[in-house]
């Protein structure tokens, strides 16, 4: 009971929220359900009493025939309110998905985005995605089953301690074996569920890497496929035997249950007899008890079926609502101060910043740097030196773990985080491929940007050179990118990020964050948008992230990031000056850049 209330409860308050009076018109239907069926219990007696003492004839049947449409009509009220329970359960099912997935949804966007990149809350999250949403409905089917199971032990119950006190004790007989055969059925599955989960969950991993569009053209170039198919046996094999000891065990259980269940209606048989033989009950009685146990058996047959699959999904459904529990424990800290509109100083004061879940050294370690508007930095060092991290920090996307971040002597915990974000444009190395228009793609930059004439939308698809790409398309504009939907079309590399520097430019935010903006891009495309970029530098403050250092030269500072911590910083000939290790990075990529020349000189083609 205590197992079977942890999926009632989640399950039940989820349901009162999206379908009130859907529920409102089960539970009532299903009383009067119950009502209806224990009258015809009552009925019964009455109705074989006069068809016992009939001595033939038209003239008796005349007789017996009232009783007779009394009881269909008590019959046909019943399948009247089995049909409205019915209707209103087709509501309650896609109204509890959808309020289950939105509140998912709500939780997944309203958190930090330090959360998604802790492993224990991002599997969490994607379990409950993945299984926690689609049992939850499940189990509000089942509420509705166990309702009415319920209701239907319960007025057999009624009706045979009203007929005879002792047939209250006979149904308990005839229960008492397959109720505990069915329990421990339950119980047997229950117990292995949790290894049930795991083993599916890898064998899913497997399918989906099989089966995965983007994993396909890597899988085939490195001839992997005897690998993953190796993988995909090795865990259908290993849930294949789990679920075979558990289905042995579960025979075992409910073979017994039956031999019970069997001695216990044979027991019951006995003690009709012995009652009928001493006249405690006359045979009618004994007939519509016969027929009320049966009816009862049947429930409650159904009432533990609807338990056992309660049981199945009370770790989906766990899962589910501790992931709510914690998405709600690590909601953004909102704060009541509209951000600056144009910040004339951005102020980094002995930042620290450590990823959730992490033991090794920090991100970020001990920065301390001003921005001033209208300036243009560069963030540049090796790979994972914090450089993203960093932007990300002063954009308010996270929250460091040590000093702070304040934009005019505000700190950004102050500050709402709609308003900070609205005053942010950033354009990441690998952006979202919106599975949307051409015209949506940029337009999302700024979605609810009054934009007469698609001025602003023409204008930054120019400077990004992703008008190019959009002629180009089959239906130009509205053109649906995604090839995962009937004629749908798909975009190179480079020309993604062309829509994602469009975007950006759309946006536009008085600080502007470019990561890596044009690393898919080629020469021609790049130099149109470093030449965009250098316009829109004279009116925002810009922050770009690159491992091209010839492209930052005329940048008003640089920071060389290495382990976390800014080693370097200044404009480009001081560091040269330096000769530190910005300038031993810069010049390595000329010499390279001088190679590569050579040989494409030399050869002709590369």
């Not at 100083?345 to 301390?368: E, K, M, Q």
């Not at 508007?373 to 993203?388: D, R, Y």
């Amino acid at each position: 009971m205590r197992r079977l209330n942890q999926a009632i409860r989640p399950a039940a308050a989820l349901l009162r929220r999206a379908a009130p009076r859907a529920i409102l018109v089960v539970v009532v239907a299903q009383l009067l359900a119950g009502a209806a069926a224990t009258w015809a219990f009552l009925l019964t007696p009455e109705v074989l009493n006069q068809l016992f003492g009939a001595q033939g004839g038209i003239a008796s049947l005349r007789l017996v025939l009232p009783a007779i449409a009394l009881l269909l009509l008590v019959y046909l009220v019943r399948m009247a309110l089995d049909a409205v329970t019915a209707m209103a359960k087709a509501h309650m099912g896609p109204k509890v998905h959808r309020a289950a997935e939105e509140a998912l949804c709500q939780a997944a966007v309203g958190v930090d985005l330090a959360s998604f990149d802790d492993a224990d809350f991002y599997d969490q999250m994607h379990r409950a995605q993945m299984r926690g949403v689609m049992h939850m409905e499940g189990a509000t089917n089942s509420l509705v089953e166990a309702l009415s199971a319920s209701l239907a032990v319960l007025s057999a119950s009624i009706a045979l301690c009203w007929l005879h006190p002792l047939l209250l004790p006979i149904l308990v007989l005839a229960l008492l074996p397959e109720g505990w055969a069915a329990l421990t059925a339950a119980q047997v599955q229950y117990a292995g569920m949790s290894v049930t989960i795991d083993l599916s969950r890898q064998l899913e991993m497997m399918a989906e890497l099989a089966t995965n569009r983007d994993a396909a053209a890597e899988i085939r170039a490195n001839q992997a496929q005897p690998y993953v198919l190796a993988e995909h046996h090795r865990s259908a094999l290993a849930l294949q035997q789990h679920l075979v000891a558990l289905g042995l065990r579960e025979v075992r259980a409910t073979t017994l249950g039956r031999l019970l269940s069997s001695l216990g209606l044979v027991a019951t048989f006995a003690a009709l007899g012995f009652m009928l033989h001493w006249q405690w009950l006359d045979l009618a009685i004994a007939g519509t008890a016969v027929i009320a146990i049966r009816s009862a058996s049947l429930a409650l047959g159904r009432l533990m079926q609807v338990s056992h699959d309660l049981f199945e999904k009370t770790l989906y459904i766990s899962d589910y609502c501790e992931f709510i529990d914690k998405a709600a424990q690590r909601r953004l800290a909102v704060g009541k101060l509209a951000a600056p509109t144009n910040p004339q100083l951005v102020t980094l004061d002995r930042v620290t910043f450590r990823y959730p879940g992490t033991h090794g050294p920090a991100a970020l370690r001990d920065i301390s740097l001003q921005i001033k508007a209208g300036q243009t930095i560069a963030l540049v060092g090796e790979n994972g030196s914090g450089k993203t991290t960093l932007a990300k920090v002063i954009a308010g996307l996270l929250q460091p773990s040590g000093g702070s971040v304040s934009w005019d002597g505000v700190p950004l915990g102050q500050i709402d985080p709609g308003s900070l974000a609205d005053q942010v444009a950033m354009v990441l190395q690998d952006p979202i491929r919106w599975p949307r228009s051409a015209r949506d793609n940029i337009r999302l930059g700024r979605y609810d940007r009054a934009d007469p004439a698609d001025v602003a939308l023409l204008d930054a698809a120019q400077q990004s050179r992703a008008a190019e790409v959009i002629s180009q398309l089959p239906d130009g504009w509205e053109t649906l990118l995604s090839r995962e939907f009937s004629g749908g079309h798909d975009l190179s590399g480079g020309q993604w990020q062309r829509l994602a520097v469009a975007r950006g430019l759309y946006r536009d935010a008085p600080l502007v964050i470019w990561d890596e903006p044009t690393a898919p891009l080629d020469a021609k495309a790049e130099h149109a948008v470093y030449e965009s970029l250098r316009q829109l530098a004279h009116h925002r403050t810009m922050i770009l992230i690159t491992h091209r250092l010839a492209s930052v030269r005329n940048v008003d500072c640089i920071y060389f990031l290495e382990r976390g911590a800014v080693v370097e910083a200044g404009p480009h000939e001081a560091l040269m000056q330096q000769n530190g290790k910005y300038a031993e990075l810069y010049n390595l990529q000329s010499r390279l850049n001088g190679l590569v020349g050579d040989v494409q000189v030399a050869g002709g083609t590369l």
